[in-house]
């Protein structure tokens, strides 16, 4: 049985590499992307003239409020309809890392919010101008407190990535639905993908931890 | 009149339908120290908050070495200045807040270089050099390294008055600078401020401590009820107070 197993394992080696890259070639491009459109959303939440809050606010609400999976669904199958065809790895990132941006830009107004209001004065005080307050006084101490809700996002992310087997990218969970296809060993290669996921959601929790440490308020 | 630093005329604040300044005015030669006393609500903060346009006013000029900042008078209509202008304004005044307010993500030495470098655009070797020399200034030398969150109270605030000065304001503004500090750090801050005068700074300074504003300032105006009730030299306030309202404040504070 576990003989079976491992010849199994050494078999499909390649396609599980390729699997584990596709995931973390989804989720990292997700996230990047997810958080560079945060950003914007994010700065429009806390700045914003009354209109451009209310469409940051009503695209994160909306967002947020919608299953990934449908929005997944989504962006693969109802964009074809308007004549916008998206591979399913492009309907995969672009779906992911709009889910992302709605968390990044909820989660980056309430560290801006947070940020105390005599440091803005004390910044305004030493003739810092808005966009110089905003670069070396509030987003550092924002983006310290946020930190933690980000590598659970990320991590959320990792998971969530799952779900773009279900448009036929090949990454872990389709990779391992495959494998089993051919040899029936569920148990194993379900665990073995639970594994991984779990070894990646790990390294990516470790590092966010030591970076925390690194940037710490003294 | 070439050493006029600062003139107020006529200022009024509200707050909605809350008037806070009901007409103040003012003014400070160079070198002048002014201590603003009065109970609270009375009005002192806002005032030092409007010098350094960290609050709009609704009526009034304030003038800095003669010119109006804040407002101008565009077509005969009392129009705010534009907020590139009101960041230079500002920059001719120096602040130091309760709360000391100093970024704790910055070094000791980096609060003070952050504006010296971004606003004032110096090199990074100079502005290193002013942040060292104040901090001596204000008795931390060794401190340059530490964050924030690692000096006492009493430090802190004085490397908030070392970011402040390193500036070169042109009139420094103390807002109950020692309210927030337990009492035995109250001392190193106000000797720090002491000093600081004698060196000649304009400096207006609201606090509670009436021995300090006694001893560092050369006019005290008592404030009440958004005015200034009165007006006269330490003596003439603290040992010949004539209103009723002023011995009655005197009264219940210490000394």
């Given at each position: 049985?576990?003989?079976?197993?491992?010849?199994?394992?050494?078999?499909?080696?390649?396609?599980?590499?390729?699997?584990?890259?596709?995931?973390?070639?989804?989720?990292?491009?997700?996230?990047?992307?997810?958080?560079?459109?945060?950003?914007?959303?994010?700065?429009?939440?806390?700045?914003?003239?009354?209109?451009?809050?209310?469409?940051?606010?009503?695209?994160?609400?909306?967002?947020?409020?919608?299953?990934?999976?449908?929005?997944?669904?989504?962006f693969?199958?109802v964009?074809?309809?308007?004549?916008?065809?998206?591979?399913?790895?492009?309907?995969?990132?672009?779906?992911?890392?709009?889910?992302?941006s709605?968390?990044?830009?909820?989660?980056?107004?309430?560290?801006l919010?947070?940020?105390?209001k005599?440091?803005?004065?004390?910044?305004?005080?030493?003739?810092?101008?808005?966009?110089?307050?905003?670069?070396?006084?509030?987003?550092?101490?924002?983006?310290?407190?946020?930190l933690?809700?980000?590598?659970?996002?990320?991590?959320?992310?990792?998971k969530?990535?799952?779900?773009?087997?279900?448009?036929?990218v090949?990454?872990?969970?389709?990779?391992?639905?495959?494998?089993?296809?051919?040899?029936?060993?569920?148990?194993?290669?379900?665990?073995?993908?639970?594994?991984?996921?779990?070894?990646?959601?790990?390294?990516?929790?470790?590092?966010?931890?030591?970076?925390?440490?690194?940037?710490?308020?003294k | 009149?070439?050493?006029?630093?600062?003139?107020?005329?006529?200022?009024?604040?509200s707050?909605?339908?809350?008037?806070?300044?009901?007409?103040v005015?003012?003014?400070?030669?160079?070198?002048?120290?002014?201590?603003?006393?009065?109970?609270?609500?009375?009005?002192?903060?806002?005032?030092?908050?409007?010098?350094?346009?960290?609050?709009?006013?609704?009526?009034?000029?304030?003038?800095?070495?003669?010119?109006?900042?804040?407002?101008?008078?565009?077509?005969?209509?009392?129009?705010?200045?534009?907020?590139?202008?009101?960041?230079?304004?500002?920059a001719?005044?120096?602040?130091?807040?309760?709360?000391?307010?100093?970024?704790?993500?910055?070094s000791?030495?980096?609060?003070?270089t952050?504006?010296?470098?971004?606003?004032?655009?110096?090199?990074?070797?100079?502005?290193?050099?002013?942040?060292?020399?104040?901090?001596?200034r204000?008795?931390l030398?060794?401190r340059?390294?530490?964050?924030?969150?690692?000096?006492?109270?009493?430090?802190?605030?004085?490397?908030?008055?070392?970011?402040?000065?390193?500036?070169?304001?042109?009139?420094?503004?103390?807002?109950?600078?020692?309210?927030?500090?337990?009492?035995?750090?109250?001392?190193?801050?106000?000797?720090?401020?002491?000093?600081?005068?004698?060196?000649?700074?304009?400096?207006?300074?609201?606090?509670?401590?009436?021995?300090?504003?006694?001893e560092?300032?050369?006019?005290?105006?008592?404030?009440?009820?958004?005015?200034?009730?009165?007006?006269?030299?330490?003596?003439?306030?603290?040992?010949?107070?004539?209103?009723?309202?002023?011995?009655?404040?005197?009264?219940?504070?210490?000394?």
């Open positions: 049985m576990s003989t079976g197993f491992f010849n199994e394992l050494w078999l499909s080696k390649f396609m599980i590499f390729r699997g584990i890259y596709t995931c973390l070639f989804v989720s990292f491009s997700s996230i990047v992307i997810g958080t560079f459109i945060g950003m914007f959303v994010g700065l429009a939440l806390t700045y914003g003239n009354r209109f451009t809050r209310f469409l940051a606010r009503a695209y994160t609400d909306i967002i947020r409020g919608i299953p990934v999976l449908v929005l997944i669904l989504t693969y199958f964009l074809s309809v308007i004549g916008i065809n998206l591979s399913a790895l492009q309907a995969g990132i672009t779906s992911l890392a709009i889910f992302c709605a968390h990044i830009s909820e989660m980056l107004r309430g560290g919010q947070n940020v105390p005599g440091q803005i004065e004390a910044a305004k005080a030493v003739g810092l101008s808005f966009f110089q307050t905003f670069i070396f006084v509030s987003l550092p101490q924002a983006l310290r407190q946020i933690p809700t980000w590598i659970n996002t990320a991590v959320e992310i990792v969530g990535s799952t779900l773009v087997s279900l448009i036929g090949i990454e872990i969970t389709l990779v391992m639905q495959q494998i089993i296809g051919r040899n029936f060993l569920t148990m194993q290669f379900y665990a073995l993908a639970g594994l991984i996921y779990f070894l990646i959601g790990f390294s990516i929790e470790r590092t966010g931890k030591y970076v925390e440490k690194k940037v710490a308020i | 009149m070439t050493n006029r630093v600062l003139e107020i005329s006529n200022l009024e604040k707050y909605g339908d809350h008037k806070v300044l009901k007409g005015s003012l003014a400070m030669d160079k070198g002048d120290v002014i201590s603003v006393i009065g109970s609270s609500g009375s009005g002192k903060t806002t005032l030092l908050r409007c010098v350094n346009l960290l609050e709009d006013f609704q009526e009034g000029v304030i003038k800095i070495d003669g010119k109006e900042i804040g407002y101008e008078d565009v077509k005969g209509k009392r129009t705010k200045v534009s907020a590139k202008q009101v960041t230079k304004d500002r001719l005044t120096g602040m130091v807040f309760q709360s000391f307010n100093l970024f704790p993500h910055l000791a030495a980096e609060n003070i952050l504006a010296l470098k971004k606003v004032q655009k110096k090199s990074k070797e100079e502005s290193a050099e002013i942040a060292q020399h104040w901090l001596e204000v008795g030398p060794d340059g390294t530490s964050f924030p969150g690692q000096l006492s109270g009493g430090q802190q605030q004085r490397v908030a008055i070392a970011r402040a000065l390193a500036m070169n304001p042109k009139l420094m503004l103390f807002d109950e600078v020692t309210s927030a500090l337990d009492p035995e750090l109250i001392n190193e801050v106000l000797d720090v401020i002491k000093s600081v005068a004698a060196d000649g700074m304009t400096m207006l300074i609201v606090t509670h401590e009436m021995r300090f504003a006694y560092v300032s050369n006019q005290v105006i008592f404030m009440n009820d958004g005015l200034i009730a009165e007006q006269g030299t330490p003596d003439a306030i603290f040992k010949n107070a004539s209103s009723d309202r002023l011995n009655a404040f005197l009264k219940n504070t210490k000394f």
